[in-house]
């Protein structure tokens, strides 16, 4: 019998006042995960500020320590002490992949030109697409017994001369962390819309790399590898996608004028702020600057009228999880705004069920999730976020927006994500009742 007394008590949200102040997000794991490990091949301690809180961010470091780099944490400040290019240790314990999740794919990239075997457990299944990527240097995975498994790298690793053919961005970054290691002058050949985010952190920890726009739209990245890297600081700017929750809410809440500090805006990142500006939203980039190959800014962003708009199948793939950020702002927009891609799929169904219940006139078809917003929302519905911390968050945004309150259920994958989420939105002026009392 399950003890009820023990489950999560649901969020409610609220009617917010004004949103005004300043807001932070965490640090964008997807940048501080290959910022992690182009700093442990440095010679020297680097130092990593902002970096969130993550399970598979510490599974990584624990990996990583059991290779010899010394890592010390301090809430977001972490120091690296590097061992150099070439440079990790054989573990003497099985390396654990099973909390590392997209990350383990990276981690064997690291290990892929080091003439050494490291023992794995098979915990996590790296894609198979990255194996093969990296069985092309030499380096394999040679099943074992008992989950276990033994990561054999390339004993004389070439350069990757051949403009090799990159269509997934973690395969890339595999490649690139590999080619990093390796005597000689590597070229791989990726689609302009792949993160560049390895090419960034390469280029800014010293690396001989140079990236150029081929006619075919594609990129071509030229890395000499076997080369010192040098340690650096490097503050890990806000993630893009929670940011965009407190864009929403600025943008919805009537009089409100909020600033969302140090976010992300590499232009391969800004799918739904770029979005938001179309549908007009006003969104201004201030104390613009440039960290380690990046773009970084302050967002102000006021209340607004907005409009809806038609996003393509490609344009919402590129969009990922910023859809349902993207959904709360089109339910109080003026008109129809269609998202492809999302018909048939988890995501897609979650949403428009959410938004009926709250009374948005939401529906698939065609392939589509049609939104036809009214710029108010009637809300007084209950959701389910399904573990998902996107839409917890989004419902929790739309609930300030509403009318009537918008009660989240299981909203415990919030802080996992974004600890304090709930806490900030508070300060700047959201409302949520069901803390009363906590």
């Given at each position: 019998?399950?003890?009820?007394?023990?489950?999560?008590?649901?969020?409610?949200?609220?009617?917010?006042?004004?949103?005004?102040?300043?807001?932070?997000?965490?640090?964008?794991?997807?940048?501080?995960?290959?910022?992690?490990?182009?700093?442990?091949?440095?010679?020297?301690?680097?130092?990593?500020?902002?970096?969130?809180?993550?399970?598979?961010?510490?599974?990584?470091?624990?990996?990583?320590?059991?290779?010899?780099?010394?890592?010390?944490?301090?809430?977001?400040?972490?120091?690296?002490?590097?061992?150099?290019?070439?440079?990790?240790?054989?573990?003497?314990?099985?390396?654990?992949?099973?909390?590392?999740?997209?990350?383990?794919?990276?981690?064997?990239?690291?290990?892929?030109?080091?003439?050494?075997?490291?023992?794995?457990?098979?915990?996590?299944?790296?894609?198979?697409?990255?194996?093969?990527?990296?069985?092309?240097?030499?380096?394999?995975?040679?099943?074992?017994?008992?989950?276990?498994?033994?990561?054999?790298?390339?004993?004389?690793?070439?350069?990757?001369?051949?403009?090799?053919?990159?269509?997934?961005?973690?395969?890339?970054?595999?490649?690139?962390?590999?080619?990093?290691?390796?005597?000689?002058?590597?070229?791989?050949?990726?689609?302009?819309?792949?993160?560049?985010?390895?090419?960034?952190?390469?280029?800014?920890?010293?690396?001989?790399?140079?990236?150029?726009?081929?006619?075919?739209?594609?990129?071509?990245?030229?890395?000499?590898?076997?080369?010192?890297?040098?340690?650096?600081?490097?503050?890990?700017?806000?993630?893009?996608?929670?940011?965009?929750?407190?864009?929403?809410?600025g943008l919805i809440v009537p009089g409100s004028e909020l600033v969302v500090e140090g976010v992300l805006v590499n232009p391969l990142r800004t799918g739904l702020i770029d979005a938001l500006l179309e549908m007009g939203g006003d969104i201004a980039f201030t104390n613009q600057r440039e960290v380690m190959g990046e773009h970084v800014a302050d967002l102000r962003v006021r209340s607004s009228f907005l409009r809806g708009l038609a996003v393509d199948a490609e344009r919402a793939r590129l969009?990922?999880?910023?859809?349902?950020?993207?959904?709360?702002?089109?339910?109080?927009?003026?008109?129809?705004?269609?998202?492809?891609?999302?018909?048939?799929?988890?995501?897609?169904?979650?949403?428009?069920?959410?938004?009926?219940?709250?009374?948005?006139?939401?529906?698939?078809?065609?392939?589509?999730?049609?939104?036809?917003?009214?710029?108010?929302?009637?809300?007084?519905?209950?959701?389910?976020?399904?573990?998902?911390?996107?839409?917890?968050?989004?419902?929790?945004?739309?609930?300030?927006?509403?009318?009537?309150?918008?009660?989240?259920?299981?909203?415990?994958?919030?802080?996992?994500?974004?600890?304090?989420?709930?806490?900030?939105?508070?300060?700047?002026?959201?409302?949520?009742?069901?803390?009363?009392?906590?």
């Open positions: 019998m399950t003890d009820k007394s023990q489950s999560p008590a649901p969020l409610t949200a609220h009617g917010a006042d004004p949103l005004t102040g300043r807001f932070a997000v965490p640090g964008d794991s997807v940048l501080a995960a290959r910022a992690l490990l182009v700093a442990a091949l440095t010679v020297g301690p680097s130092t990593l500020m902002g970096m969130p809180e993550s399970g598979a961010l510490a599974a990584l470091a624990e990996a990583l320590e059991a290779l010899g780099v010394v890592i010390g944490r301090d809430g977001g400040r972490w120091t690296v002490r590097g061992l150099g290019v070439g440079g990790l240790l054989a573990p003497t314990a099985p390396l654990a992949l099973g909390g590392l999740g997209p990350m383990a794919g990276l981690l064997l990239g690291a290990l892929a030109s080091q003439d050494m075997d490291c023992a794995v457990t098979q915990g996590a299944d790296v894609p198979d697409a990255v194996l093969t990527a990296l069985g092309r240097i030499g380096a394999v995975l040679v099943p074992g017994a008992d989950g276990a498994a033994i990561w054999r790298g390339a004993m004389l690793p070439l350069p990757i001369t051949t403009d090799f053919e990159v269509a997934d961005e973690l395969v890339l970054s595999a490649l690139l962390l590999a080619a990093a290691q390796m005597p000689g002058l590597s070229q791989l050949r990726a689609p302009a819309t792949l993160l560049n985010h390895t090419e960034n952190l390469l280029a800014g920890f010293g690396a001989e790399i140079s990236v150029s726009e081929e006619a075919d739209g594609s990129r071509l990245i030229r890395l000499r590898g076997a080369q010192e890297l040098a340690p650096k600081i490097v503050t890990i700017a806000g993630d893009p996608t929670l940011a965009g929750f407190g864009l929403v809410a969009l990922g999880d910023d859809v349902v950020a993207l959904a709360m702002a089109a339910s109080f927009a003026e008109g129809d705004t269609t998202i492809a891609g999302l018909d048939g799929t988890a995501l897609g169904t979650a949403l428009a069920a959410g938004l009926t219940a709250n009374r948005v006139k939401a529906r698939l078809e065609g392939g589509r999730l049609v939104i036809s917003g009214e710029r108010k929302v009637p809300g007084g519905g209950a959701v389910s976020s399904q573990g998902d911390a996107a839409l917890a968050m989004g419902f929790a945004v739309l609930g300030l927006g509403s009318k009537n309150k918008v009660v989240i259920e299981d909203v415990t994958a919030i802080d996992r994500q974004f600890p304090g989420f709930v806490q900030a939105m508070a300060a700047l002026g959201g409302h949520f009742p069901s803390l009363k009392g906590r």
